[in-house]
């Protein structure tokens, strides 16, 4: 080769390391999960409807000032069912309470019944139930438990309740999680044991890792898109309940403001003012559903097969 030619090339060095290099772009999972829940636009809108929904529902009755204790304008018939109008969103009701105000702070409370009862029974549910799972000893004494508690009508012991710690938050609260953080339990119990005897869990158990550390780092983050996917049903559902029980006097009470109080008082103006039933019919469907499609769309999204 001439020196002409020569001066074209440049040598590279050396580097033993380049070899082990590889060429794959680098993988974040919650990007990737965040990446494929924003990809569509109907999930996006969805989203948005939803955090404005829950957002309102929180922040405007601390603005209102409505109290379900108070009837401020029941000795003025002329305040009585109002129809909805722009001074009246959505009109007054049978003792001149603005509707729109009722309904959103029963929406509220609703909100933060169905959040902090999920909350503590997924947080009870899934530590118990990746215990339950991955333990053969304490499986059988467990599923004797669920048994017995699963098979305790929830409806017969929602009214025990209701009659022994009254109507009240805390008390929904307390009847909403003393038995189905153990349902949630045995739903994870059953996918925990779908995977604790694959090759690697054996292989950390033979090399002396500890329980709970195959449990957290091994067993639960495989969970993560099961887990979104019973969160999605259970809020909703939880709300629901929430609702009927109102609706059934068993729930928050008359000094609480609750959407299914408000649907069987509402109940008998069907005839003459219908959308005093619907209204809050409509807030209930619209909040359920929204929160049911986004924690779908997020469930999927945190399935790592989704992210292409």
Known sequence: MDT?????FEFAAFDELESEHIAAPRYSYWKSVWRTF???KFTVAVSILMVALVLFALIQPLYSGYDPKVAPNINDPDMKFLTPSAKHIFGTDNIGNEVFDAVWAGARNSIIVSFAATGI???IG???GAVWGFSKKMDKWMIEIYNVIANIPFLLLAMILSYVLGAGMCSLIITMTCTSWI???YFIRTQVMIIRDREYNLASKCLGTSTWTIITKNILPYLVSVIMTYVARE???VISYEVFLSYLGLGLGASNASLGRMISLYTSFMK???HLFWIPVSVVAILSISLYIVGQKLADATDPRTHM
């Open 4 to 8: 002409e030619n020569l001066n074209l």
């Open 38 to 40: 924003f990809r569509s």
């Open 121 to 123: 029974n997924m947080v």
């Open 126 to 128: 899934v530590l118990v």
């Open 183 to 185: 349902v949630v339990a």
């Open 235 to 237: 809020i909703p559902t």
């Open 272 to 274: 003459g003012y219908p």
